[in-house]
């Protein structure tokens, strides 16, 4: 039960404070334990950031997989999980250590921080091709292949996801509008076919 109290306590101060800022003392007060009660558990930060990053990974393929299942609704669950993403990032810790760690992760760990973030990126991929495949998208008049079009969404995403991190709110909003219009008319069916 300490490890996830640690975990937990970890995971918010690296969110808010970065990985450098944070001290293993802060995390420890943050638990009520003692410092030295943490190598119980972790033997250094290092070892304690990097356990965070399989849980996140698993919460974020769970919340996207929950969020877009397919279908002919597949376009309007791209844009509200893009459009989700400003509001997750206010208000989560999760999705603000998530995203420090996908596009700044520590120097000294950056090799182990994204080995396992290119592994997620390869099966969001796959995840979203298959669904571009069985829906509408899949029939666009663009004449986008399917790897284009999965392709695009995910640059999207990658924009949209460094934009809030480094630019914030409205510059956000600005991208994701411009990023959107052009999406929504590649994307639109081919009605010939």
Do not use: C
């Amino acid at each position: 039960m300490t490890a996830s109290k640690l975990q937990n306590a970890a995971l918010i101060r690296f969110a808010v404070q970065g990985f450098d800022a944070t001290t293993m003392n802060e995390i420890a007060g943050d638990v009520g334990i003692k410092k030295a009660s943490i190598y119980a558990h972790f033997r250094n930060k290092d070892e304690l950031f990097l356990s965070l990053i399989p849980m996140m990974i698993d919460s974020e393929l769970r919340y996207i997989k929950a969020m877009i299942t397919g279908g002919e609704n597949l376009k309007a669950q791209f844009y509200a999980y893009l459009e989700s993403l400003d509001t997750r990032f206010m208000t989560s810790h999760d999705m603000q250590f998530w995203l420090r760690t996908i596009f700044a992760p520590p120097s000294h760990l950056y090799h182990e921080s994204i080995t396992p973030m290119h592994a997620f990126m390869d099966e969001l991929e796959a995840y979203f091709s298959t669904l571009i495949v069985d829906s509408n998208l899949g029939k666009v008049s663009s004449g986008l292949s399917v790897m284009e079009l999965t392709a695009t969404y995910m640059a999207m995403m990658d924009s949209l996801q460094t934009e809030l991190l480094f630019g914030g709110h409205e510059k956000y909003e600005k991208r994701f509008q411009a990023l959107w219009k052009v999406f929504d008319l590649v994307t639109q069916p081919d009605l010939s076919k």
